[in-house]
Protein backbone atom coordinates (compact mmCIF):
# COMPACT_ATOMS: atom_id res chain seq x y z
CA UNK A 1 0.00 0.00 0.00
CA UNK A 2 2.63 2.49 0.95
CA UNK A 3 4.69 1.75 -2.06
CA UNK A 4 1.60 1.91 -4.34
CA UNK A 5 -0.23 5.09 -3.01
CA UNK A 6 1.72 6.95 -0.60
CA UNK A 7 5.37 6.98 -2.11
CA UNK A 8 3.97 8.12 -5.39
CA UNK A 9 1.59 11.26 -3.78
CA UNK A 10 4.88 12.03 -1.78
CA UNK A 11 6.64 12.44 -4.77
CA UNK A 12 4.64 15.03 -6.32
CA UNK A 13 4.28 16.99 -3.14
CA UNK A 14 8.20 17.04 -2.72
CA UNK A 15 9.13 18.17 -6.13
CA UNK A 16 5.97 20.68 -6.13
CA UNK A 17 7.95 23.06 -3.82
CA UNK A 18 6.87 21.20 -0.33
CA UNK A 19 10.60 20.23 0.03
CA UNK A 20 13.28 23.19 0.41
CA UNK A 21 16.76 21.93 -0.46
CA UNK A 22 18.66 24.77 1.71
CA UNK A 23 16.84 23.63 4.70
CA UNK A 24 18.38 21.83 7.10
CA UNK A 25 14.99 20.95 9.15
CA UNK A 26 14.00 19.69 5.62
CA UNK A 27 16.89 17.63 4.58
CA UNK A 28 16.50 15.52 8.09
CA UNK A 29 12.90 14.66 7.68
CA UNK A 30 13.02 13.74 4.13
CA UNK A 31 16.07 11.54 5.23
CA UNK A 32 13.62 10.39 8.04
CA UNK A 33 10.72 9.56 5.63
CA UNK A 34 12.86 7.39 3.24
CA UNK A 35 13.78 5.37 6.06
CA UNK A 36 10.22 5.26 7.13
CA UNK A 37 9.26 4.19 3.46
CA UNK A 38 12.27 2.00 3.48
CA UNK A 39 11.25 -1.07 5.34
CA UNK A 40 7.79 -1.12 3.76
CA UNK A 41 9.03 -1.61 0.12
CA UNK A 42 12.08 -4.07 -0.97
CA UNK A 43 15.00 -2.67 -1.49
CA UNK A 44 14.96 -2.06 -5.11
CA UNK A 45 11.81 -1.06 -5.33
CA UNK A 46 11.07 1.50 -8.10
CA UNK A 47 8.92 4.01 -6.53
CA UNK A 48 11.04 4.12 -3.69
CA UNK A 49 14.13 5.18 -6.44
CA UNK A 50 11.12 7.85 -7.56
CA UNK A 51 10.82 9.07 -4.10
CA UNK A 52 14.86 9.42 -3.69
CA UNK A 53 15.06 10.88 -7.22
CA UNK A 54 12.47 13.59 -6.83
CA UNK A 55 14.47 14.51 -3.72
CA UNK A 56 17.60 14.69 -6.04
CA UNK A 57 15.97 16.88 -8.42
CA UNK A 58 15.01 19.61 -5.98
CA UNK A 59 19.04 19.55 -5.43
CA UNK A 60 19.72 19.69 -8.66
CA UNK A 61 17.29 22.51 -9.27
CA UNK A 62 18.45 24.37 -6.25
CA UNK A 63 22.28 23.96 -7.47
CA UNK A 64 21.38 25.22 -11.31
CA UNK A 65 19.67 27.79 -10.03
CA UNK A 66 22.67 29.06 -7.35
CA UNK A 67 25.08 28.31 -10.55
CA UNK A 68 22.88 30.91 -12.32
CA UNK A 69 22.81 33.52 -9.93
CA UNK A 70 26.76 33.59 -9.41
CA UNK A 71 27.59 33.56 -12.97
Known amino acids: ?3 T ?3 PQ ?3 VVEGS ?3 AYSDKHVRRMIDLVE ?3 PASSLG ?3 LQMLLNSAA ?3 QTA ?3 TETLLI
Do not use: Q
Request: hydrophobic share 55%.
Open 57 to 59: SVF
Open 36 to 38: EAE
Open 45 to 47: NVK
Open 18 to 20: AFD
Open 63 to 65: IAD
Open 5 to 7: TVI
Open 10 to 12: MCT
Open 1 to 3: MIS
